[in-house]
């Protein structure tokens, strides 16, 4: 069995990737970013992709805040 992390790497994913996703089983799904260069995958178990989610989405707020004070 693994650790909590398996792999430590570096990835920029810019606007205009193309984002895929496939569920691999009933705890787990393997999401595929891909563009100019190779593809790069991830695979997240169901909770480790809910936290992942979690802090996608208050990252978001504070990027929508940081516009919203730019713009004021």
Known sequence: MYGTLVVN????IHDGC???YN?????D?????SGEAQPF??????DALRKFV???GKALAEIDA??????A
């Not at 569920?23 to 705890?27: F, K």
């Open 9 to 12: 790497s570096w990835v920029g």
């Open 18 to 20: 193309d984002i895929t």
């Open 23 to 27: 569920v691999h089983g009933s705890d």
């Open 29 to 33: 799904v393997y999401v595929t970013i």
């Open 41 to 46: 995958e991830f695979f997240f178990q169901a």
């Open 54 to 56: 979690e802090l996608g």
């Open 66 to 71: 940081l516009v919203i004070e730019d713009d």
